[in-house]
């Protein structure tokens, strides 16, 4: 029998606005890196792959190693039928025609420019980062 994930409320108190940790991200903009894994998820909205790149850098210092990757979420859709895929003019599907694979299984290995900005064409696509793993 699969878990329910329940709610429950709470009283936090006194909320507001805190500083957290930053990261500058800007100095992997533009550089290359290889696709590392690409996984198959189902979360509240449907089933999505996640793209993540190899290690970026890793920062030491802290209580662990905090490794530094590049990742990308594209949704899949499913049919009347029931089969799971993606459509030729959806950023999957744009994503992979630009990466010349009929799968995207067969992403692992393929070398990306990371970017910022994401565009119809998916000549530019934007890649978020990770912080772990």
């Given amino acids: 029998m699969e878990e329910q994930k329940t709610m429950k409320p709470v009283e936090l108190g006194e909320t507001g606005e805190i500083e957290?940790?930053?990261i500058d991200v800007t100095k992997y903009i533009g550089k290359k890196a290889k696709i590392a894994s690409v996984t198959e998820n189902e979360?509240?909205?449907?089933?999505?792959i996640k793209v993540e790149t190899e290690v970026l850098d890793t920062i030491t210092g802290?209580?662990?190693?905090?490794?530094?990757?590049?990742?990308?979420?594209f949704g899949l859709q499913q049919n009347s039928a029931g089969k799971i895929g993606w459509g030729k003019d959806t950023n999957l599907g744009l994503f992979l025609a630009k990466m010349k694979v009929g799968h995207y299984n067969e992403?692992?290995?393929k070398e990306v420019i990371i970017?910022?900005?994401t565009n119809?064409?998916?000549e530019e696509i934007t890649w978020l980062f990770n912080l772990g793993g």
């Fill in 43 to 48: 979360g509240n909205y449907g089933y999505f």
């Fill in 62 to 73: 802290g209580k662990e190693d905090v490794n530094i990757k590049a990742s990308r979420i």
């Fill in 107 to 109: 992403l692992v290995g």
């Fill in 20 to 22: 957290l940790p930053t």
């Fill in 115 to 117: 970017q910022t900005i």
């Fill in 120 to 122: 119809k064409k998916m």
